[in-house]
């Protein structure tokens, strides 16, 4: 396992999100109640910029066409057959760092169970 800094705590505030780029992949953080996600920064529907939209409590909301997500899962909650492709972050004192390994992306599994 390769991990790299991406940001620093002191970066990403509880209800904050920030986009960040790593090997050319644009990568979005966002902080909800001091827990830290990291989703490829690209709406599954058409793939604008989910850094541009709105986050809400532990909803993000796509600028373009509104679709919504779970920031906590994933797991879309408008339309909720779709997920956002997620990547491992761990936790270094007050860095950020993400799975090297892991820049072909995850995808947490759909709502029914399947993979997209």
């Known amino acids: 396992m390769s ?3 991406v940001a620093s705590l002191d970066d990403l505030w509880s209800g904050e999100m920030v986009p960040v780029e ?3 992949n644009a990568i979005l953080l966002i902080n909800v109640n001091d827990q830290i996600y990291a989703y490829a920064d690209a709406c599954p529907h058409q793939k604008s910029r989910l850094s541009e939209g709105t986050l809400m409590g532990n909803n993000l909301r796509c600028a373009r066409h509104h ?3 779970d920031v906590c899962t994933g797991q879309g909650i408008n339309p909720q057959n779709t997920c956002l492709r997620v990547f491992s972050v761990t936790i270094e004192g007050r860095d950020i760092l993400l799975e090297l390994d892991d820049m072909r992306f995850r995808e947490v599994a759909a709502a029914d169970g399947t993979k997209e």
């Open 22 to 24: 790593l090997d050319g």
């Open 3 to 5: 991990l790299r800094k």
């Open 67 to 69: 679709w919504e997500f």
